[in-house]
């Protein structure tokens, strides 16, 4: 598992979403630097982060959206800005990879 950056959200994110899903890959990506000051934003980070759980399996996108951000719930009030979520299975991270 790897993150790329450890501002506050990145440690909060990691943490949040060790405890709560059975991740095999976990990858957060920091993009804050590519949005400072643009309108809207208030300062929280923008994070791009690749999740590759077996909990994820039969469940379709909205579905495994929804449950990132239910654990990230906290978080996200707090720290993030924007976020962008790839979500893949094992099966699927498995035939991504090949």
Do not use: Y
């Amino acid at each position: 598992m790897t993150t790329t950056a450890t501002s506050p959200a990145t440690i909060a994110v990691e943490t949040q979403l060790q405890s709560q899903l059975e991740l095999t890959h976990l990858e957060i990506i920091d993009n804050s630097w590519m949005h400072a000051g643009h309108a809207g934003n208030t300062g929280g980070s923008h994070l791009a982060i690749t999740l590759v759980s077996p909990a994820f399996e039969g469940l379709n996108l909205l579905e495994r959206h929804r449950m990132v951000h239910k654990v990230l719930k906290a978080a996200m009030a707090e720290h993030i800005h924007a976020l962008e979520l790839k979500t893949l299975s094992p099966t699927e991270w498995a035939e991504a990879s090949a």
